[in-house]
């Protein structure tokens, strides 16, 4: 069964300190998430929400998230919360050494529309400022020779020459959520006349 973490818009009102729905909504009036992430590919940026209380939720929020439980009673869904400035840093492209052979995968699989995240493709990764320490370890003492483990497997000491440098966008970071999540609250975050006394929140639910 899927799993997903659904993110919305909201506000927290400096006066009453209520948490409020921002969007977006559809023609019927429906609130709509800007972002949704399977657990299979999300990064952990859901771990940086806090719950909201539920003598925090205004009417407009608990109309959105009443729900009927199992014993066909009105209950309010786990919301949790985020302040717009509590989002990582957007850059979510990825840059530096990495292994040839996952560059060729990678781009192998781009061309046949089968990337579903990074994690399959890059094993093996130099940061910029490491390589140049390493080729010059190398030029000095030589490449590492491969061992062999205790199940007769071979562990192979890659030379530097073996990686090139690459730059790509990594869908599974925190950066690239915090980035989508961001470019939804610039549709909102000027005009709208609730938010010239509130803080903007980013809003999750789970399920």
């Known amino acids: 069964m899927s799993y997903y973490y659904n993110y919305f818009l909201g506000y927290q009102n400096n006066d009453d300190?209520?948490?409020?729905?921002l969007g977006p909504y559809d023609m019927n009036g429906n609130l709509h998430d800007v972002f949704s992430r399977s657990r299979?590919?999300?990064?952990?940026?859901?771990?940086?929400?806090?719950?909201?209380?539920?003598?925090?939720?205004?009417?407009?929020?608990?109309?959105e998230f009443t729900y009927e439980?199992?014993?066909?009673?009105?209950d309010l869904?786990?919301?949790r919360y985020l302040y717009?400035?509590?989002?990582p840093e957007t850059n979510y492209l990825r840059k530096g050494y990495f292994l040839i052979e996952d560059i060729k995968m990678?781009?192998?699989?781009?061309?046949?529309?089968?990337?579903?995240?990074?994690?399959d493709y890059f094993y093996d990764y130099i940061?910029?400022?490491?390589?140049?320490?390493?080729?010059?370890?190398?030029i000095t003492f030589g490449k590492s020779v491969n061992t062999s483990e205790e199940d007769d497997s071979v562990d192979k000491k890659h030379s530097c020459r073996d990686y090139a440098f690459y730059i790509y966008p990594d869908y599974t970071s925190e950066a690239y959520e915090?980035?989508?999540?961001?470019n939804a609250v610039g549709m909102y975050e000027y005009g709208v006349k609730e938010l010239d006394n509130a803080r903007v929140v980013i809003m999750e639910t789970e399920g």
């Not at 300190?17 to 729905?21: A, D, R, S, T, V």
């Not at 439980?69 to 009105?74: A, D, L, M, R, S």
């Not at 910029?128 to 010059?136: D, H, R």
Request: with cysteine; hydrophobic share 35%; net charge negative.
């Open 106 to 119: 990678y781009e192998d699989a781009m061309k046949n529309n089968e990337v579903y995240g990074c994690f």
């Open 17 to 21: 300190g209520l948490f409020y729905p």
């Open 40 to 63: 299979s590919f999300a990064s952990n940026l859901h771990e940086r929400f806090s719950m909201i209380p539920t003598d925090k939720f205004s009417d407009p929020l608990k109309k």
């Open 77 to 79: 869904a786990n919301v």
């Open 69 to 74: 439980n199992c014993y066909g009673e009105k």
């Open 178 to 182: 915090a980035s989508m999540l961001i």
């Open 84 to 87: 717009l400035e509590g989002l």
């Open 127 to 138: 940061p910029l400022e490491v390589f140049p320490q390493i080729m010059q370890n190398e």
